[in-house]
């Protein structure tokens, strides 16, 4: 059973730390308990299966080619998605929870996907 001083501790820390680290700590605590790769720890080049959720998603304008792009957050770090041909996907969104896999890139010194297979998830 907990102390009644461990909780407190918890309690303050809770009101206190900046809500986006707590929204991270979740967020990696999630992704670790599905048995995902943390963004961290993937390297380019190779074929990962990730946890995390869609912090924004833009769409290219009409006159360019069609592309989505994502930035995918697990708490950990994060990773661009990019869906060619596509102007718009139904439930990529904002702050949807999903898991993706596919194989690690580099553009322009960032990690990206490519066309990465996705899975819409309740945040858990």
Known sequence: MASPAG????????LTEDIE?????????????TGAL?????????????YGRLRSVESCSRAAAAVVEA??????DS??????????IPGIEPGRTLTVRGRVGERGGRKVIYNPYYELREPA
């Open 71 to 76: 930035e995918f957050f697990d708490g950990t």
């Open 7 to 14: 909780y407190l501790r918890r309690l303050t820390r809770r």
């Open 38 to 50: 943390p963004v961290v720890e993937c390297a380019r080049g190779q074929e990962v299966t990730m």
């Open 79 to 88: 990773i661009q998605l990019v869906w060619i041909g596509r102007r718009r």
């Open 21 to 33: 680290e707590l929204d991270a700590e979740e967020m990696a605590e999630s992704s670790h308990s």
